[in-house]
């Protein structure tokens, strides 16, 4: 059954630093979310992303976020420079097309740590 | 700001009998309702959408929609020490007819099934 990966499972970093997460959607599927979950919260939606360009962002997503498909299989979040308030799981979704009749599938996410 | 209000329990019941679990949603623009299950630690799992009024079942799972009271629920039926996690409700609003998939979570519902 296809799924959406993502690498690496954990990422600690400094604060200040640059990370990059990584993720595998579903190969047939053509709208690409990341979202976000601090420990004890609510999963928060940060971006959806269609067609090599941004759809939709959240207040989250401010400029020290970045999305994108470098190839025809990776899709990557980049935070330029950490807080330690960014400390929380990356979920990477995928839809087999956008708009709210699709169900997402999410890969097993990203701990990032910033310490 | 649009909410999704979840009883975060925890919900307690024998193995064998129903469980059920309720999500309210504040924005009648709402289109699309998806029930997704999260073992501790790991990323959300669907198990459900759901997006006219009304029951509907896959297995064990039966999804109730009701738009009028901006309410949806979800069933479980002859629990399992296995179904113990935390259920989250999410919702997709369509904001002037347009949508992009993202998806607004409850806080979730812990459920316990015990022995």
């Known amino acids: 059954e296809p799924e959406v990966t993502q690498t690496p499972s954990h990422q600690v970093t400094q604060m200040g630093q640059e990370v990059i997460l990584r993720c595998v959607p579903i190969s047939n599927h053509l709208y690409f979310y990341w979202y976000r979950q601090i420990l004890g919260q609510k999963v928060e939606f940060l971006v959806s992303f269609y067609n090599n360009e941004i759809s939709e962002k959240s207040e989250i997503f401010d400029d020290q976020f970045s999305v994108e498909r470098p190839d025809g299989s990776n899709f990557t979040l980049k935070i330029r420079s950490t807080k330690l308030e960014d400390s929380a799981m990356y979920f990477c979704?995928?839809?087999?097309w956008g708009g709210g009749g699709y169900e997402q599938y999410f890969g097993p996410g990203t701990r990032l740590t910033v310490t | 700001q649009k909410e999704v209000e979840q009883n975060s329990g925890p919900l307690s019941v024998p193995e064998g009998a129903i469980a059920s679990l309720n999500c309210t949603y504040s924005d009648r623009g709402s289109q699309s309702f998806f029930w997704y299950r999260q073992y501790s630690g790991k990323s959300p799992e669907l198990i459900m959408s759901i997006y006219s009024n009304g029951d509907k079942e896959d297995g064990r799972f039966t999804a109730q929609l009701n738009k009028a009271s901006q309410y949806v629920s979800l069933l479980i039926r002859d629990s399992q020490p296995s179904d113990s996690a935390t259920y989250l409700c999410a919702v997709n609003y369509h904001a002037g007819g347009t949508s992009y998939g993202k998806l607004t979570f409850g806080q979730g519902t812990i459920l316990t099934v015990h022995p």
């Open positions: 979704a995928s839809s087999e």
